[in-house]
């Protein structure tokens, strides 16, 4: 039996079985475009879709937990300076919207961690997680996996909190990250 111990926000102990999640990794390829006008279309359909995923899973926070989380999301989603980013790679660079949006993400994210202000080193996770949802949309990816059958302690290196919003309460006794 192998035990792990770390530092609990929550009082209390879960005993059970261990669940390792491990996020998908999207392989982002870069690729030329020959209609610009419809893959600004996709990326626009893929950010409704997102939008509106952030939209039920902040009516669910609002009775679970903190749902301001997902407010930003919804911000970060319609920042004129991420969309025009990629919008305009779409266009001059003639790219399809996931490499856009992956590129974008990076960059933006690189930008907010290298900032002085804690606040704002924090949505570096925020824009990478935004970037991740709009990828998976236009890759029609789920974005959590199934836990299985019986209640489990959920371990990975780190949860967004979309993703801990969307798992299934009565499958988890507890979540344990090594960084988030």
């Known amino acids: 039996m192998k035990v792990y111990e770390g530092k609990s926000i929550f009082k209390g102990i879960a005993i059970g079985k261990i669940f390792f999640y491990q996020k998908g990794t999207q392989q982002v390829k870069r690729v030329k475009i020959d209609d610009v006008e419809a893959e600004k279309k996709r990326y626009e359909a893929a950010n409704a879709k997102a939008i509106e995923q952030l939209e039920a899973l902040h009516a669910k926070a609002v009775k679970e937990a903190n749902a301001a989380v997902f407010e930003v999301h919804m911000m970060m989603l319609e920042d004129d300076d991420y969309v025009s980013s990629i919008r305009n790679m779409i266009e001059t660079q003639q790219v399809n919207a996931e490499f856009a949006i992956a590129s974008t993400g990076d960059n933006f994210s690189e930008m907010f961690s290298q900032m002085d202000d804690e606040y704002f080193k924090a949505r570096a996770a925020d824009v990478k ?18 836990m299985g059958e019986e ?9 967004a909190p979309s993703e801990t919003v969307q ?13 988030g």
Request: glycine share 2%.
């Open 167 to 179: 798992m299934d309460k009565e499958k988890l006794l507890a979540f344990v990250t090594r960084y």
């Open 129 to 146: 997680d935004i970037s991740d949802r709009l990828i998976a949309v236009l890759s029609q990816r789920e974005s959590v996996g199934d």
């Open 151 to 159: 209640p489990v302690i959920v371990v990975a290196d780190d949860l």
